[in-house]
């Protein structure tokens, strides 16, 4: 254990690394919004990412010539589990146990390694509001099958950091994530099972004003054994959920989720509605 905890110290015990993570947690940046925080050179900012990255504190996606890094609540987690929640309670605690499950399903297999990644930029004609609120207090009119089972009938998700995104079935329900990070009509992570059985998913949602439009910047990565059908059919499924299904909502207020219900607040004059078909 202590050999393992080691590097999360050494990485913790800088000033600079400790605020960089503060950072991180507001929202997922790319290295030179890190660097403008900071009155040391680029460089130095990025061996400290360096440094936070081995030790497992962040993650990062390289996109074109951008680099951006992710704030990875279940090492932070890890260090609170061993000394502040002995009885391991708490939906992130369930996480790592799946996850120490997983690898040790796979010896000799880094669980670091995602089995599914996607990336998505999606060009919405709306406000940051607007696409936030779709994502985050309707997301039954665009979520929808083959993402989820058969028997679903609706979808909540509870607006909070720790919130749940549950199925809703006639006669009961399933888990499908938490709300790991959250900053209103910016960024959304949710991390879970997202029935994938024994790996563990993390969908990220970053959103951008371009204009009078949203830059919608989708990432899903998942974690663990996953039947190489299911991995295609995740891939695509979160490109028809996010570039068609949550578009049309945000644009048209057309409703292709598993609740086509009303009319969507944000449905403009005259577009038609539809139903998950």
Do not use: C
Request: charged share 25%; net charge positive; proline share 5%.
């Amino acid at each position: 254990m202590e050999a393992q905890t080691a590097p999360l110290w050494r990485a913790l015990a800088d000033p600079t690394r400790r605020r960089i993570l503060d950072l991180l947690l507001e929202r997922p940046r790319i290295t030179r919004e890190v660097a403008a925080h900071f009155r040391i050179s680029r460089i130095a900012v990025m061996r400290h990412l360096t440094v936070l990255s081995d030790a497992g504190l962040v993650a990062s996606r390289k996109r074109g010539r951008e680099r951006r890094y992710y704030l990875n609540a279940i090492t932070l987690q890890q260090i609170y589990r061993r000394w502040f929640d002995p009885l391991a309670a708490g939906w992130v605690s369930g996480i790592l146990r799946l996850r120490d499950g997983v690898a040790a399903s796979r010896p000799g297999v880094e669980s670091t390694s995602p089995s599914v990644d996607i990336a998505l930029d999606v060009r919405i004609d709306g406000t940051n509001a607007a696409v936030f609120k779709a994502l985050t207090h309707e997301p039954g009119a665009w979520w929808g099958h083959p993402m989820l089972r058969p028997e679903a009938t609706g979808l909540t998700l509870e607006p909070r950091l720790g919130g749940l995104f549950v199925e809703r079935w006639t006669h009961g329900g399933a888990v499908l994530a938490a709300v790991t990070q959250w900053a209103t009509d910016r960024h959304l992570e949710l991390t879970g099972p997202f029935h994938l059985g024994l790996a563990i998913g993390v969908a990220s949602f970053d959103l951008a004003t371009d204009g009078a439009a949203t830059v919608l910047r989708f990432s899903f990565r998942a974690f663990g054994p996953i039947d190489p059908d299911r991995a295609r059919m995740f891939s695509e499924g979160w490109r028809e959920l996010v570039t068609r299904r949550l578009k049309a909502l945000v644009e048209e207020g057309t409703r292709l989720g598993v609740s086509p219900g009303a009319r969507a607040a944000t449905k403009k004059p005259g577009a038609r509605r539809r139903s998950d078909g």
